[in-house]
């Protein structure tokens, strides 16, 4: 398991962020909604790794076929539409059962 440094510290191992990818969406859309490019930017500007959209993409899905997110479609401005994303009360209640879960694994170590 590989970590990347930076001058605050270690950041999250790589394997973990893979693990962890649909909760970190979810987390990313607890105060609005997104689309996948901004989600990814938003990550990478908390420390994250940068996720690729062969991850990003997938794990979005699944997050919608779970009845995690919903989706809606916005016009472009001069581009192509995007996806926008947004959590739903089954997501958050998945998110915070999440948080909770890590809460207990952080008192084991």
Do not use: C
């Given at each position: 398991m590989?970590?990347?440094?930076?001058?605050?510290?270690p950041?999250?191992?790589?394997g973990?962020?893979?693990?962890?990818?649909?909760?970190?969406?979810?987390?990313?859309?607890?105060?609005?909604?997104?689309?996948?490019?901004?989600?990814?930017?938003?990550?990478?500007?908390?420390?994250?790794?940068?996720?690729?959209?062969?991850s990003?993409?997938?794990?979005?899905?699944?997050?919608?076929?779970?009845?995690?997110?919903?989706?809606?479609?916005?016009?472009?401005?001069?581009?192509?539409?995007?996806?926008?994303?947004?959590?739903?009360?089954?997501?958050?209640?998945?998110?915070?059962?999440?948080?909770?879960?890590?809460?207990?694994?952080?008192?084991?170590?």
């Amino acid at each position: 398991m590989t970590s990347q440094v930076t001058a605050s510290g270690p950041l999250i191992p790589a394997g973990w962020q893979r693990a962890m990818l649909g909760f970190l969406l979810l987390a990313e859309l607890e105060d609005a909604p997104a689309h996948g490019y901004a989600l990814a930017r938003n990550l990478e500007a908390r420390g994250f790794s940068p996720v690729k959209g062969a991850s990003l993409y997938p794990a979005l899905g699944k997050l919608e076929a779970e009845g995690l997110v919903s989706t809606s479609w916005e016009e472009g401005r001069g581009g192509p539409g995007r996806k926008v994303y947004e959590i739903s009360a089954s997501g958050r209640v998945a998110l915070g059962d999440y948080r909770g879960a890590l809460a207990r694994l952080a008192t084991l170590l």
